[in-house]
């Protein structure tokens, strides 16, 4: 069955959550035990609240994860799916990762949802640096203004433009496989509902049960999303 869908498909979509990167070394979010959120509180941390009120913890924290995303790399998964677009078989990856390792690995067309820890801006004046000039020994602008992470704070709008790429991709796939994602965020969780409502398969491969997999064709659950990209890969290399 997924062989077919996979080999057959005319627009495939990959949809990816924090559980696309943990075989990089990355942690997720919600994962007992190891997950961020069970270590920090994301309001503390990672709010637009914090950033105004609890800004040594907010720049400790993000420093750790911008060193994270220096330190690790993307795992054959990230390659797999780069391999895959480069063959014209996977059109587009709708993330809401924040680590770049989609774009490292070689993927071009990324909607990114949340932002990116790749690069920092000033709180200011708005000017973009690479993220390096976020962990020396100051944080601030050459206007002086604060800088932090391009990423989507919680509190914080959403950037239009990757919604409208992510809207557009969700209605034009015929195949729509999440990976990595407990799907608990909206509105980027709406993507899955939006591409099953326009005709596409929908598929879940996630290590735990999400609140969309009623809407799924498959679901495969308990399997490391690099085994399963592995095995799928396969498909077309054997
Ligand atoms: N293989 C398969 N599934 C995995 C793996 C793996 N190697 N590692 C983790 N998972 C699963 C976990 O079981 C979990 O259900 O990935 C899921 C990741 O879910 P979350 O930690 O909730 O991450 P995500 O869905 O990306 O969170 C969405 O929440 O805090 C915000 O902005 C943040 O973008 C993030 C959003």
Not at 48 to 73: C, D, M, P, Q, S
Not at 144 to 168: H, T
Not at 201 to 228: C, H, M, W
């Amino acid at each position: 069955m997924i062989k077919d869908w996979l080999t057959n498909a005319k627009y495939m979509v990959v949809f990816t959550g924090a559980g696309m990167s943990t075989e990089s070394g990355l942690p997720d979010f919600r994962s007992a035990n190891t997950g961020l959120w069970q270590q920090k509180d994301p309001s503390q941390v990672a709010s637009v609240k914090a950033l105004n009120t609890n800004v040594e913890e907010f720049i400790e924290f993000y420093r750790k994860r911008v060193l994270g995303v220096k330190e690790f790399e993307p795992h054959n998964g990230h390659r797999i799916l780069a391999e895959w677009e480069n063959d014209g078989r996977l059109q587009s990856i709708i993330t809401q990762n924040v680590d770049g390792f989609h774009q490292l690995a070689g993927n071009r067309n990324v909607a990114e949802l949340h932002g990116t820890l790749q690069k920092v801006h000033c709180q200011s004046c708005g000017t973009s640096y690479s993220s390096e000039e976020f962990l020396g020994e100051s944080y601030h602008c050459e206007c002086s203004g604060l800088l932090r992470p391009s990423v989507v704070l919680f509190g914080e709008m959403l950037p239009e433009e990757p919604f409208e790429i992510a809207f557009n991709e969700a209605i034009r796939a015929d195949l729509f496989i999440v990976l990595g994602s407990s799907l608990s965020v909206t509105p980027a969780n709406q993507f899955p509902l939006i591409a099953k409502e326009n005709g596409s398969k929908l598929v879940i491969v996630n290590q735990e049960a999400t609140p969309f997999d009623s809407y799924a064709d498959l679901v495969i659950n308990n399997r490391q999303i690099g085994d399963v990209l592995s095995e799928w890969h396969r498909f077309w290399t054997d």
